[in-house]
Each structure stands twice: as structure tokens, then as C-alpha cells.
């Protein structure tokens, strides 16, 4: 039998998630401003895009921005007139993701709050309900941000959060992430307000929709 792999994972990138040259123009953006190449792959970007678009998102909400690069991703899932709040703590990165949201022609429907995630979530929670959350940031954080989100998103509200399986730590890795990672993916999956799995493809996305 042959399982999900690699060459299975290009075949579907190749022929779904082909970045267009603003993409490859930010990723290379953020190499040249020395930012670290821990943004989600095209797949898991095309795969973000549709669940936007599946839950018909008009207000999102991103949790780690970087350069922006999934940003993009997301806001160009939104139903027309739909807006992404996205939130990075790292000011350089912030200004970075600004300016790289701007050539892409998302400066009107994406939001970069500089500051930390927790503090900007408290702002925007008079904005509620939210259609589509991502989660992208320390995992020790997850289960914080994760049940923002649910309690935060209308009734088939998704959540999704990245690194699932933590590049194959999560099964056996005894580093202090595996074990956060372990345990949030437990506690999703045990989450009664949700019908969640996780996509199997990139690093993994745990994906929940609110009940
Ligand atoms: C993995 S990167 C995000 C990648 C991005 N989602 C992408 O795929 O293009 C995680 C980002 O979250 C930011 N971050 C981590 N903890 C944060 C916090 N508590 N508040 C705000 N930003 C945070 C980091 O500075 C980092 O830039």
C-alpha cells in the first residue's frame, strides 16, 4: 500500500497550490530580510484558502504573521468585503508583513496588530463572532488561543492551527513541544463543541468546526 508521502505531497502542490509571483515574491522578500523560513508550505496554504472559503469567511483572524505569507493565503479565501486580522508580536516582522500584504494587494482587507497575541485577541473580542481562525505561534500557547477561538466563532466557525505533527515529533518526541503538541491534539479531538480531525498533509493542521 502506499501511504502519504513526500512525492504525493508535491504531486498535490504542483497541480493545486502553484504559487503565483506575488508568493514566491514574498518568500523571497522575507529570506532577503533575514526572516526564517517557518511559514506553512503552499499546500497547507491552498488548503487554508478553501476552508476560508468553505465557511464563507468574512472576519478571520491569524495568530502569528511573520512575513505575511499565509496571510495572503487566507485573505484570498474571504468573501468579497472579508477581513483578516492577523497578529505578530516581532515589530520588524509586523512592518515586513505590511509591506509585503501591500504588494499583494491585501492592504485593505488585512490587519497586521504589532503586539502580543493575547492582548490583541482581548481587543478584538467585542468584534465577535469570527468565521475563521488560524493559529501559528508558540505551542505552548494553543490551548489558549484555540479556546479563544472556539468560544470567539459563530456555530460552523473553523479553527484550524498548524504543526500538527510537529515534523513526526509528535508521536514519540519528548521535547517540551511534543508534549504541548500531544496534548492539544488530545484535547481537540476530545472537544465536544467541535467535529475536528487533522488535514494529513505539510506539518499537519488540526481543523475544527464549531458545532
Ligand atoms: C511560525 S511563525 C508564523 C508563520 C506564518 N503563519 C506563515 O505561515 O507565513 C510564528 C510567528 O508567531 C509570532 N508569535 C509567537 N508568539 C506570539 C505571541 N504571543 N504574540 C504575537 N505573535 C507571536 C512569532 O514572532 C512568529 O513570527
Known sequence: MVTYNDTLSRYVAELFAVEDEVLQRVRQRMAEHGVPAIHIKPEEGRFLQLLARACGARQAV???????????????????????????????????????????????????????????????????????????????????????????????????????????????GTDANAEFIRAFNAYVAHDARVISTVFPAGDGIVVAVKA
Open 62 to 172: 491569524e495568530i502569528g504573521t511573520l512575513g505575511g505569507y499565509s496571510a495572503i493565503w487566507i485573505a484570498r479565501g474571504l468573501l468579497a468585503g472579508g477581513v483578516l486580522h492577523t497578529i505578530e508580536r516581532e515589530p520588524e516582522r509586523a512592518r515586513l508583513a505590511r509591506e509585503n500584504l501591500a504588494l499583494a494587494g491585501l492592504a485593505d482587507r488585512v490587519t497586521v496588530h504589532e503586539g502580543d497575541a493575547r492582548q490583541v485577541l482581548a481587543q478584538l473580542s467585542p468584534r465577535a463572532p469570527f468565521d475563521f481562525v488560524f493559529i501559528d505561534a508558540e505551542k505552548a500557547d494553543y490551548r489558549d488561543y484555540y479556546d479563544w477561538a472556539v468560544e470567539h466563532l459563530r456555530s460552523g466557525g473553523v479553527v484550524a492551527a498548524h504543526n500538527a505533527f510537529l515534523h513526526g515529533r509528535v508521536l514519540d
